[in-house]
C-alpha cells in the first residue's frame, strides 16, 4: 500500500473569526487561525495567523505566516513571514525571517538553524 504525502500548504484544519481555544494544538498540513488561540502549537508543517486571528502561544513549526497577532515564542524550522498587517511581540527563533513594510515587530530575533535555541542574552538582537 502506497504512502499519501501530504501537501503542507493545503489548508486541513482552521479556527474561524469568533472562535477560542486554550490548550495544545498538534497537526500535519497547513492550519489557519482566524480566532483566538492561547497554549501551545505543534507541527511540521504551515501555521497561518489570518488578518482577525490573535495568538498567545509557544509555537514550534516549520514555517509560520503572520498576519493577525501573535504574542509568545515562535520557534520556526524554516522560515517566519510577517505581512503588512502582522503584528509580533515576544521571541522569533528562525533561519529565515521575512518583515513586510508595514508590519510591527517588538521581537528578540535570532536566525538560527536550531529551532531548540534559546535567545542569547548577550548575542546581537535584531
Known amino acids: 500500500m502506497k504512502e499519501k504525502k501530504m501537501d503542507e500548504h493545503k489548508i486541513t484544519g482552521y479556527f474561524d473569526d469568533g472562535s477560542e481555544f486554550d490548550g495544545t494544538l498538534k497537526f500535519h498540513g497547513s492550519f489557519r487561525i482566524d ?45 517566519v513571514e510577517i505581512n503588512s498587517l502582522g503584528r509580533v511581540y515576544g521571541t522569533v527563533i528562525t533561519p529565515k525571517l521575512i518583515v513586510e513594510e508595514g508590519a510591527y515587530l517588538a521581537a528578540h530575533c535570532q536566525t538560527s538553524d536550531d529551532p531548540s535555541a534559546t535567545p542569547s542574552e548577550t548575542g546581537p538582537q535584531v
Open 35 to 79: 480566532g483566538f488561540f492561547k497554549g501551545r502549537i505543534e507541527s511540521d508543517a504551515v501555521l497561518t495567523i489570518g488578518d482577525k486571528g490573535k495568538v498567545e502561544a509557544e509555537v514550534i513549526v516549520n514555517h509560520v505566516v503572520i498576519n493577525g497577532e501573535f504574542r509568545g515564542t515562535i520557534r520556526a524550522i524554516e522560515k
